[in-house]
């Protein structure tokens, strides 16, 4: 089972956000947050893609 198979599995309880957010942090952390823009819009189009929108402020 891939990691997408698990954000899919629990992407309507708060489990697979906590995923999701985790991974993110673990990207910008091996990245040096070089890449942290591209990072949360990969973010966001994975959680859209398996149903997991959430309302998020806009960036500067």
């Known amino acids: 089972m891939g990691i997408f198979d698990r954000f899919k599995s629990q ?3 708060s489990k ?3 995923m999701s ?3 993110e942090r ?3 952390e091996k990245t040096g947050r070089k890449y ?4 949360d819009d ?3 189009r994975i959680e ?3 149903g997991m929108d959430r309302d998020r402020p806009e960036r500067p």
Request: overall charge neutral; hydrophobic content about 35%.
């Open 36 to 39: 942290e823009g591209q990072v």
């Open 48 to 50: 859209g893609a398996l």
């Open 26 to 28: 673990k990207a910008n």
């Open 21 to 23: 957010d985790a991974a």
């Open 11 to 13: 992407a309507k309880g």
């Open 16 to 18: 697979g956000k906590d």
């Open 42 to 44: 990969a973010q966001q």
